[in-house]
Structure formats: C-alpha cells, structure tokens
C-alpha cells in the first residue's frame, strides 16, 4: 500500500520554477485573517502564532519561499548595505508579499509569483526582509516586472503595515525599522542568498 505524505511546506517544496522570473510560495496569511498563522519549523502545520490584537490588516497575501533561510549571507548584505557590522538573520525562511485583485480566502495553499522587489526591514538588530511578488496571472499584478511599476500608494501600505504591525499601542518604542526598498534585480540577489543560507544550513546540521 502507498501512502501518500503531504510534503513540509518549508523543506519539501522545490522554490524555484521552469520560468526563470518566478518563485513558489507557501501563503501563510491572507487579508481577511484575524489571526496570525506560522508554518510550525517541526511539523509543517500551520499554527497559531497569536491573535491580531489591533486593527492592522496585513495587505497582501503573506507567507515564505521554500528551502530558503535568512542567515549569515542575508546579514552580509544588511551590513554592507548599512555598512554595519552588527546585523544577523533572522532564522526564518524568507518573507514574500503575493500582490494580487483577487481575494483568497484562506492561506495553506502554494502559490507561484513573480518577485519585483523587497523591503529591507530590521527588527531590531536582525535583518527581516520582505520581497515583494506578483501573483502569476493575475489581472491587475501580474504584467508587472519591477517595483518601480507599482503605485507608490501600494508600497506605502505594505511599509506602514510592516513597520507598525508588531507596535503595542501606548509604548514609544518602535520594533521595525524600514531601511529601503530594493527593485527585482536586488530581489533576486536576496532570495538566491537566503537559498545558499537554507543549503549551508542543513550542512551544518546533517
């Protein structure tokens, strides 16, 4: 008898596709939850990570691109960029925004999308990159080849709702840092950097 196993979102999904311009992503969060889900690193279950506590609404679809780890690759560029010397990885899979008209309902489903560029993020003193996608397709997203096509209004609501999402309402002190934003040539670097970080990765702990 076969018995078929659902693969881990974050090490049995192939990242890259046949179209050398696009990624699989694992879609976490879509705009309409009122919780955050996290693929749990041991299982592969989406989990509940916690409540959304305020009216923030995350503007895209939000998830991670397989086999891929913000590590010490990711914070050689944070710190060259910033010309610090301080900066690590998170130690998470690399964030991706999914820009699409269409309203999905539910995360937990794999998607394909084309990167156009990225938000360099730091919470704290760890590099938190987000790369910012186009869903395959995708009416109004989906001819769009690099940031600079985007209305600026759309970049600004995903800066906002990054810089602000993990603020408590009261206390002065500001979590994440907006360092820039990158185009789809810088995207690409990330990503192929954070795919060496996963490689190195399971090296060390094979």
């Avoid at 008898?1 to 046949?18: C, E, N, S, Y």
């Avoid at 760890?126 to 001819?143: P, W």
Wanted: hydrophobic content about 35%.
């Amino acid at each position: 008898m076969v018995i078929d196993h659902k693969a881990h979102p974050w090490h049995g999904i192939t990242p890259l596709l046949d179209k050398k311009d696009e990624v699989r992503a694992f879609i976490e969060i879509v705009p309409t939850d009122t919780v955050k889900y996290e693929v749990d690193k041991t299982s592969g279950y989406l989990s509940l990570d916690r409540p959304q506590k305020f009216s923030n609404i995350v503007p895209s679809l939000y998830g991670f691109i397989p086999q891929t780890l913000c590590g010490p690759k990711m914070a050689e560029l944070a710190n060259a960029v910033l010309a610090r010397y301080n900066v690590e990885g998170d130690g998470d899979p690399l964030d991706i925004c999914v820009l699409t008209e269409k309203d999905v309902t539910h995360g937990d489903i794999i998607v394909k999308a084309r990167p156009i560029g990225g938000l360099r993020l730091l919470d704290h003193y760890q590099s938190d990159d987000k790369i910012i996608a186009v869903l395959e397709n995708d009416a109004l997203y989906g001819e769009m080849k690099d940031i600079s096509e985007l209305p600026k209004e759309i970049s600004r609501r995903l800066i906002h709702y990054f810089t602000t999402y993990k603020d408590i309402p009261g206390e002065n002190t500001k979590r994440m840092e907006f360092v820039g934003l990158y185009d789809a040539a810088t995207a690409w670097d990330v990503i192929r950097r954070s795919m060496e970080d996963y490689q190195n990765y399971l090296k060390e702990n094979e």
